[in-house]
C-alpha cells in the first residue's frame, strides 16, 4: 500500500464538530416485520419498542420507521388515511410516545416516514372530494380531470402508474354516474395530492410540527421527487418505473423532478431549522444524474438524499469506484453529505441480488419458476459490499436483517402476496414482499420469535433459522458480528466524517481506498490479493488466507487494515 500524502483527495474530512447526521449509520425498521408484540402476526410498535437494544448492541446511531399511520394498508402504510393517528395495527399513539421516550433514553433518533405524494382513498379530504363532485374546492385538492373521448371515457393522458397499468382512474359521481378521473401514480387506493395547492402546503407543514413537538429527529421523505406535477399535465409518452436500475435516457418524466418543487422543501426547512436537537429531512428521490439529485440536498432544503445509483451498481469494481466518485463529487459541490445503501423494503436485499451474475437483470420480485441465486456467492459479496459501504465517508443506511445475511425470500407461494405490484402489473412483476419477510431473532422459537407465538404475515423460509439473531450472537466471523464490529470501528476511526483517496497500483478489478489512516482493499476480482506485509489487518468481510507473514485477500473478500507509512 502507498502513503496517501501525495495521492489526490476525493473527497475531503469534515471539520470537527460536524453534526451527526452527516456521518450516521441509521437502520431502516420495517415495522410489519421487525418485532410483533401482541401475536397477531403483523409487527408493531411495542414490539419495535421492546426491541430497540438489539439496534444499540449493533452500533446504529438512528432509526428509520417506515409508516405506522392509519392505513388500509394498500401499499403497506404508504396509503395514510389520517397522518397524525396510528394504526390500531401498529399500537396507538402512546406507543409511539413510549418508542420515542425509550429510543432518546438509549441515545438512538428516531426519523419517521412522510408520505406527502399522495394519500389513502380513504382519507377524510379524498371523501369529501368524491362526495363534493366536480369542480369542488374538495375536488382540488387532488388531481382530478375530465376525461377524454366523446363521453370523458378516456384518462386526461398517458402517464401510467408506478405499479402497472394506467395512472388515472374514472371516479363514480355522487348521482351514480361515471365521472372525472383522478390521478395515482402508484396504487388506485393513492391518489396524488395537488401541491400547487396552498392547503395541502400548510396540512403538511403541520403534519411536520405534529411529530417534531412529538420528538422525532426527522423525515424520511417519500416519492420526494413527485410532488410536483408539469402545468398542464402533458404526455409523457413512455414509461418510468421507481427502479429504472442505471443510468436512464428517458427524458425526464413530466411528474418527476419538476423544479417547483425544491419551493416546498426551502419551506420545510426553514420549519425544521426552528427546532433544536439537529433534526433532518432525508429525501427518497429516484433522481438522476448525480447533479439533479444533489439539488434535493442544497444548504437551504434537504439534509440528504438516498443514494439510489450507488444500491443499483453491480459488484464491479471500476462502477463502484466510479459512482463513489460521482456521488461524493456531487454532493460535495453543495456541501451535502453523501449517503450510500445497499437494501430497503422496495428492492430484492442485496445478499440475494449479488448470488446473481453480474450484469444479470433481476425481475422485481423473484418467483419459486425464476432461476435461484447463488445463496452462498451472494452472501460473501453482500458481506464484502457493506464492510466497503461502511468505510466511505458520509451516511449509510441499513435495511433490517442485513446484519443477519438475510437474504429475500425467493420462493414464496404467489396466493400469499400482498404487494399492489402483482395484481396491478397483471402478474408480471411479483413485488417486494420476498424483502419484507418478518425478522428470524431465535431459531427455536415459534415464528423464530417474531412474535410469541406461531403467526407471521408473510411466511418466513425454512433457511432462516440459520439467520437467527440468537445463533449469529457472539459468533466470531458471523454476519451479525462483523456488522458489529465494523461499526464499532468505522465509528472508533471517525470513517463517516474522514476524507476518500483512491489508493493507486492495485489491479484493476480490485477497490483500493484510503479513509485517513484506514486502507480499504475491496477484491471485486478473482485472483486472491497479497496485502503488503506490515499491513496490519482491522477487520476482513470474510476469512484471510494467512500463511507465514503474508495475508491473501480471496475474492469477494473485503478488508480494512492500517496504513503502515502514516
Ligand atoms: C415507498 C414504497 C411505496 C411508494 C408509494 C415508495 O417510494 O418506499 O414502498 O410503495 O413510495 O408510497
Known amino acids: 500500500?502507498?502513503?496517501?500524502?501525495?495521492?489526490?483527495?476525493?473527497?475531503?474530512?469534515?471539520?470537527?464538530?460536524?453534526?451527526?447526521?452527516?456521518?450516521?449509520?441509521?437502520?431502516?425498521?420495517?415495522?410489519?416485520?421487525?418485532?410483533?408484540?401482541?401475536?397477531?402476526?403483523?409487527?408493531?410498535?411495542?414490539?419495535?419498542?421492546?426491541?430497540?437494544?438489539?439496534l444499540v448492541e449493533l452500533g446504529v446511531d438512528a432509526v428509520w420507521?417506515?409508516?405506522?399511520?392509519?392505513?388500509?394498508?394498500?401499499?403497506?402504510?404508504?396509503?395514510?388515511?389520517?397522518?397524525?393517528?396510528?394504526?390500531?395495527?401498529?399500537?396507538?399513539?402512546?406507543?409511539?410516545?413510549?418508542?420515542?421516550?425509550?429510543?432518546?433514553?438509549?441515545?438512538l433518533r428516531v426519523i419517521v416516514d412522510l408520505v406527502p405524494n399522495h394519500t389513502s382513498d380513504e382519507h377524510a379530504w379524498f371523501q369529501a372530494a368524491l362526495v363534493a363532485g366536480p369542480g369542488s374546492p374538495e375536488r382540488d385538492l387532488y388531481v382530478f380531470r375530465d376525461g377524454l373521448g366523446q363521453d370523458g371515457e378516456l384518462p386526461p393522458n398517458d402517464w401510467k402508474s408506478v405499479f402497472g397499468g394506467g395512472a388515472w382512474q374514472r371516479a363514480t359521481e355522487p348521482d351514480g354516474t361515471p365521472g372525472q378521473w383522478f390521478l395515482h401514480l402508484f396504487d388506485v387506493k393513492q391518489p396524488d395530492l395537488n401541491w400547487h395547492h396552498p392547503r395541502v402546503r400548510a396540512e403538511f407543514e403541520s403534519i411536520l410540527r405534529f411529530w417534531l413537538d412529538r420528538g422525532v429527529a426527522g423525515f424520511r421523505i417519500d416519492v420526494a421527487h413527485g410532488l410536483v406535477k408539469a402545468p398542464g399535465l402533458p404526455a409523457y409518452g413512455a414509461e418510468h418505473e421507481m427502479l429504472p436500475g442505471g443510468h436512464d435516457d428517458r427524458p425526464r418524466a413530466p411528474y418527476w423532478d419538476q423544479d417547483e418543487v425544491h419551493d416546498v422543501y426551502r419551506s420545510w426547512r426553514t420549519i425544521i431549522d426552528e427546532y433544536d436537537g439537529d433534526r433532518v429531512l432525508v429525501a427518497e428521490a429516484w433522481v438522476e444524474p448525480a447533479e439533479r439529485l444533489a439539488r434535493y440536498?442544497?444548504?437551504?432544503?434537504?439534509?440528504?438524499?438516498?443514494?439510489?445509483?450507488?444500491?443499483?451498481?453491480?459488484?464491479?469494481?471500476?462502477?463502484?469506484?466510479?459512482?463513489?466518485?460521482?456521488?461524493?463529487?456531487?454532493?460535495?459541490?453543495?456541501?451535502a453529505p453523501t449517503t450510500w445503501v445497499l437494501s430497503n423494503h422496495d428492492v430484492v436485499r442485496h445478499a440475494t441480488r449479488f448470488g446473481y451474475p453480474v450484469g444479470a437483470v433481476l425481475p422485481t420480485g423473484i418467483g419459486a419458476a425464476d432461476t435461484q441465486p447463488d445463496a452462498v456467492l451472494g452472501l460473501r459479496r453482500a458481506r464484502a459490499a457493506t464492510l466497503l459501504m461502511l468505510a466511505l465517508p458520509g451516511s449509510a443506511y441499513l435495511y433490517q436483517g442485513e446484519e443477519l445475511g438475510l437474504p429475500e425470500h425467493t420462493t414464496m407461494p404467489d396466493d400469499v402476496r400482498q404487494d399492489p405490484t402483482w395484481p396491478r402489473s397483471g402478474h408480471q412483476h411479483r413485488g417486494r414482499d420476498g424483502c419484507r419477510v418478518p425478522l428470524p431473532w431465535q431459531a427455536d422459537a415459534p415464528s423464530y420469535g417474531f412474535g410469541p407465538g406461531p403467526l407471521s404475515w408473510l411466511p418466513q423460509p425454512d433457511s432462516w433459522r440459520e439467520h437467527a439473531l440468537d445463533v449469529q450472537?457472539?459468533?466470531?466471523?458471523?454476519?451479525?458480528?462483523?456488522?458489529?464490529?465494523?461499526?464499532?470501528?468505522?465509528?472508533?476511526?471517525?470513517l463517516g466524517t474522514g476524507s476518500l483517496t483512491w489508493l493507486p497500483g492495485w489491479p484493476d478489478d480490485v477497490v483500493a481506498l484510503a479513509n485517513g489512516p484506514v486502507a480499504v482493499v475491496a477484491n471485486v476480482g478473482s485472483s486472491v490479493l497479497t496485502l503488503p506485509a506490515d499491513a496490519v489487518v482491522l477487520i476482513a468481510s470474510g476469512e484471510l488466507l494467512e500463511t507465514v507473514g503474508v495475508v491473501g485477500v480471496p475474492p469477494d473478500v473485503t478488508v480494512w487494515a492500517r496504513l503502515p507509512q502514516a
Open 65 to 107: 420507521l417506515s409508516p405506522f399511520y392509519l392505513s388500509p394498508q394498500a401499499d403497506a402504510g404508504y396509503d395514510v388515511a389520517d397522518y397524525r393517528t396510528v394504526d390500531p395495527v401498529f399500537g396507538t399513539l402512546d406507543d409511539a410516545d413510549a418508542l420515542l421516550h425509550q429510543a432518546r433514553s438509549l441515545g
Open 297 to 335: 440536498v442544497r444548504k437551504d432544503e434537504l439534509h440528504q438524499s438516498f443514494n439510489f445509483a450507488y444500491l443499483v451498481t453491480p459488484w464491479d469494481a471500476g462502477a463502484l469506484r466510479s459512482v463513489v466518485t460521482s456521488s461524493l463529487q456531487a454532493t460535495d459541490a453543495v456541501g
Open 1 to 54: 500500500m502507498t502513503s496517501t500524502t501525495s495521492l489526490p483527495l476525493v473527497h475531503q474530512a469534515d471539520p470537527p464538530g460536524a453534526p451527526w447526521w452527516r456521518s450516521a449509520v441509521i437502520y431502516q425498521v420495517y415495522p410489519r416485520s421487525f418485532a410483533d408484540g401482541d401475536g397477531d402476526g403483523v409487527g408493531d410498535l411495542p414490539g419495535v419498542t421492546s426491541r430497540l437494544e438489539h
Open 473 to 494: 450472537r457472539d459468533v466470531p466471523g458471523s454476519t451479525y458480528e462483523v456488522y458489529r464490529a465494523a461499526l464499532t470501528l468505522r465509528r472508533a476511526q471517525s
